[in-house]
């Protein structure tokens, strides 16, 4: 029988506790989404790459993972984009500026920054999958030397529920990002494109081997927007995406966000997509 | 190795003296006919001669509930938990559970090691006893003997009228000191035959669960199912659990607890959205199959099953996970012998 | 913060869940420093114009029941049923697998036509529910955990799983290695499995799981040895709408 070598008790950690953290600033986006701002004692840098996750816990109510919005370009604080679905979100929307919450992380694989330089960036977002997706459009709009251009591809149901709407306007005034976007259903206000996230993508000029895309959205989005980038030609080694799933522990321990061998947690939330389209249970 | 002779009347003396050394846990008579692990009080109580407990020794370092930290509202602050080295003598061990041990060493201490379990895992000392596999165990197919003394200090092989003593570590021997044993000097028992068995092993097992994601079986098993969560809850290698915070009554405060969970559960891949990522039985199956016998064994190319027998012993639907994975290998078999 | 206003109501049910609430000796103090209890007729007189939470137990089974409960669901800003009677019918439910015509005569004879009534129903088939608090009585943990969470403006969780969840935390001897039918497998958890640990079988009284896979269920029983009429008769005992038309 072989054993298996455990590991020494001076490597062990307390992998649990949080670091308490302030709200600094509340900014509301739409009508369930919120734009947090949070703070580390001391200032402290969280340290986290572009696509990663922390977990916020409240006393009381519980922990929940969720992506980090801002780009590791943003020093002294960082951002949460948070939507309002469940009891932690809920009670996180009623806190105020200066309460405290637990934050432990970053956890996580996130965007490997080092095969995206020198390349061109396609980012397809779905509603909330802007959350993640910002941490990389930022980190590449301030990093312009390192990459070449930045398509910005952005879906959301209606356009009430669009998100970071000041930074869309940037974006698409911005002559250096090819910005497009496109809403489900249109209030009568909306004089942009309607229609789902993949009408976007056949439109788009790229340059097929230089653009890594990184793909993030609601579950039934990813079979489709793979589909219309396959058939745009863009390389399946150049598509990355960002899968989420449930998860307590954000260690690889718990098991909840396993997809067939994988822990999103450890492996993901960001994958290479060549590493995960064998496996039934990802798309 | 020195190997002494204890006759069945002795246990109760050898419990009695190693329980002066270090508290002993053993198994116990619980209910009408189970057996459970718990801490000696009467060296009398011990039962040596047992099919299998319901919670392997797993619950001492991974318990079933347990308080990882104690927070406080007002101040919202929190303490950790105050974890404590084990340091105890876990008697009468099989050797699939210790098996199952060392593969939670494995997944607990990989990656992020996990300060509770290790912590906990400090000080133990096991020993092990032979056992006469019955109707459900298979811990041979998975390369377990129930003579495997690797990992143990010391081990005790069932005789007619009594046990082989050996101490197999420095720390087995002088626990023994001062306990006045006969040498043994004829060889060890044949060991009893299994009545379960896996077809192939591992190496080959790889190859067959590479090609049943989508067996039928699955859907098969689920119909008899009904999704309880027995057969994870009693794995001595199931480790995933669920947090949860409790706040007591004057709202003042509360803990933060983590508890044992099952993938066979539906609400274990649910998110705040209502998305669930493996809805149905027959999804949930597979996934509990292919923890055991594929994922982490692609990656260590060990079964991660150790042949306990505990799911198919307890699931009150009479699931067998030996039948499970043989009509896997029949199939598969059936295939690749199948020209094209 | 102002306590939030609590009123408790009894439909159809032997307010065993409510005397429940009054036997929390240890914490019915700490229970009433969160609250104004604003109506509650086991206990004061008076109504009350509006309240923050009602809980509600027993089942609905006259014209009035249906009445009084639309009544309650308007002034209420949260509606918990208390108990198996409020939650799925309950053991009141019983009376739904006879004619209501047999029913009638059977309990009031002639005077049946002074008695309107109607098959007992869930609380939740006639308004909506916010939350449950299961069992029969309700289970005490379970009140404490949705109590808390609603003082604490905290949306309480509903367990998906089976009560076999909790005999195994607790390491419990199989009630069916017992040689006894238990319904536990079936049955929503959040007891702590009550029953089991005290030597008893589950008597199903928290309600069905979701999606509960009972021809499975049949099979365990057919299984084991145990009489399968005898355990429907048991299901039907506190889940006869939830059951109803499922056994052939």
Redesign the interface.
């Known amino acids: 029988?072989?054993?298996?070598?455990?590991?020494?008790?001076t490597?062990?950690?307390?992998?649990?506790?949080?670091v308490?953290a302030v709200i600094s600033k509340v900014e509301k986006m739409t009508e369930l989404e919120n734009l947090y701002t949070v703070v580390l004692p001391d200032g402290a840098e969280l340290g986290h790459k572009p696509g990663q996750f922390i977990e916020l816990?409240i006393?009381?109510?519980?922990?929940?993972p969720f992506s980090i919005s801002s780009s590791p370009t943003h020093r002294g604080e960082f951002e949460l984009g948070i939507r309002r679905?469940?009891?932690?979100?809920?009670?996180l929307n009623?806190m105020e500026v200066g309460?405290?919450v637990?934050i432990r992380g970053p956890f996580g694989n996130g965007i490997d920054i080092e095969q995206f330089k020198g390349r061109d960036v396609l980012i397809v977002a779905g509603g909330i999958g802007l959350v993640p997706m910002r941490s990389i459009i930022n980190y590449v709009i301030d990093n312009p030397d390192d990459f070449g251009k930045l398509h910005i591809v952005y879906g959301s149901r209606t356009d009430e529920d669009l998100l970071f709407t000041e930074e869309l306007a940037r974006w698409e005034a911005d002559p250096k990002i090819d910005y497009h976007v496109t809403v489900d259903r249109g209030s009568l206000d909306w004089k942009g494109k309607t229609g789902v996230i993949t009408t976007l993508i056949p439109g788009l000029e790229l340059d097929l081997e230089k653009t890594v895309c990184c793909v993030c959205g609601p579950?039934i989005m990813y079979r489709f927007a793979l589909l219309a980038l396959k058939s745009k030609g863009l390389p399946e080694r150049n598509i990355f995406m960002s899968l989420?799933?449930?998860m307590?522990?954000g260690?690889?321990?718990?098991?909840?966000c396993?997809?067939?061998?994988t822990y999103v947690c450890?492996d993901g939330p960001v994958y290479h997509y060549p590493d995960i389209k064998s496996l039934?249970?990802a798309l | 190795m020195v190997q002494f002779f204890l006759e069945s009347e002795r246990v109760t003396e050898l419990v009695t003296h190693l329980k002066g050394q270090k508290p002993v846990f053993a198994p116990h008579r619980k209910g009408r006919k189970s057996f459970a692990f718990e801490r000696v009080e009467d060296a009398a109580d011990v039962v040596l001669d047992y099919p299998r407990v319901m919670h392997s020794i797993r619950k001492f370092f991974l318990p079933p509930r347990e308080t990882l930290m104690t927070f406080d509202l007002a101040e919202n602050d929190f303490s950790t938990a105050d974890v404590q080295p084990s340091d105890a003598i876990f008697f009468g061990v099989h050797s699939y559970d210790l098996g199952a041990v060392h593969r939670l060493d494995y997944n607990l201490g990989k990656g992020h090691p996990e300060k509770n379990y290790i912590t906990r895992r400090q000080g133990a000392v096991f020993v092990g006893v032979s056992f006469e596999p019955d109707a459900y165990h298979f811990c041979g197919s998975v390369g377990i003997d129930p003579m495997d003394t690797s990992g143990f200090d010391i081990f005790l092989t069932k005789l007619l009228d009594g046990y082989i003593v050996e101490a197999l570590t420095e720390v087995g021997e002088q626990l023994l000191n001062g306990l006045d044993l006969p040498a043994h000097e004829a060889g060890k028992p044949a060991r009893g035959n299994f009545q379960q068995h896996i077809y192939l092993p591992q190496a080959k097992l790889n190859e067959v669960m590479a090609k049943s994601y989508d067996n039928p079986v699955w859907a098969e098993t689920a119909e008899k199912c009904v999704g309880c969560g027995t057969c994870n809850l009693v794995c001595p290698t199931c480790y995933c659990f669920n947090v949860e915070d409790t706040v007591n009554i004057q709202a003042t405060g509360g803990t933060r607890d983590r508890h044992w969970d099952g993938c066979m559960l539906r609400e274990f891949t649910g998110v705040a959205g209502g998305e669930v990522f493996r809805e149905h039985l027959a999804d949930r199956q597979r996934h509990r199959v292919f923890r055991k016998f594929k994922y982490i064994s692609d990656e260590t190319g060990q079964p991660w099953c150790v042949g306990c027998g505990r799911c198919t012993a307890y699931c009150t639907a009479g699931i067998s996970i030996v039948n499970i994975v043989n009509r896997l290998v029949g199939d598969y078999e059936k295939v690749a012998v199948t020209p094209i | 913060m102002a306590k939030p206003r609590v009123a408790i109501f009894d439909f159809t049910g032997c307010e065993g869940c409510e005397l429940n609430q009054l036997n929390f000796e240890d914490q019915l103090l700490d229970i009433l420093a969160h609250v104004d209890i604003v109506e509650w007729r086991e206990a004061m007189d008076g109504h009350a114009d509006e309240y923050d939470i009602a809980f509600v137990e027993g089942s609905l089974s006259t014209p009035d029941c249906i009445k009084r409960i639309h009544e309650v669901r308007r002034k209420a800003k949260v509606l918990v049923a208390l108990g198996a009677c409020a939650v799925q019918g309950g053991i009141n439910g019983v009376k739904n697998t006879h004619p209501i015509e047999e029913v009638r005569e059977e309990v009031y004879g002639e005077d049946k036509y002074l008695f309107p009534t109607l098959p007992a129903l869930a609380v939740s088939s006639v308004v909506k529910v916010d939350y449950n608090v299961r069992g029969c009585p309700m289970t005490q943990l379970e009140f404490l955990k949705v109590f808390t969470a609603l003082v604490l403006g905290k949306e309480p969780i509903e367990p998906e799983h089976s009560v076999c969840v909790e005999c195994k935390l607790k390491e419990n001897e199989c009630v069916y290695a017992r040689g006894m039918i238990c319904l536990g497998p079936v049955t929503r958890a959040g007891c702590d499995a009550h029953c089991p640990t005290v030597g008893q079988y589950c008597t199903g009284c928290r309600g069905l799981v979701p999606e509960p896979n009972l021809k499975a269920m049949e099979e365990i029983l057919v299984e084991h040895g145990l009489n399968v009429d005898e355990a429907w008769k048991r299901l039907q005992l506190f889940n006869a709408n939830e059951i109803e038309g499922v056994r052939s």
Do not use: W
């Not at chain 1, 679905?85 to 009670?91: C, D, F, I, N």
């Open positions: 029988m072989n054993q298996f070598q455990m590991a020494s008790p490597e062990a950690r307390d992998l649990y506790s949080p308490m816990s006393f009381g109510v519980g922990e929940a679905v469940g009891m932690l979100t809920e009670v009623r309460q405290k637990g579950p989420e799933r449930r307590k522990c260690v690889g321990k718990c098991g909840h396993q997809i067939n061998s450890q039934q249970e």
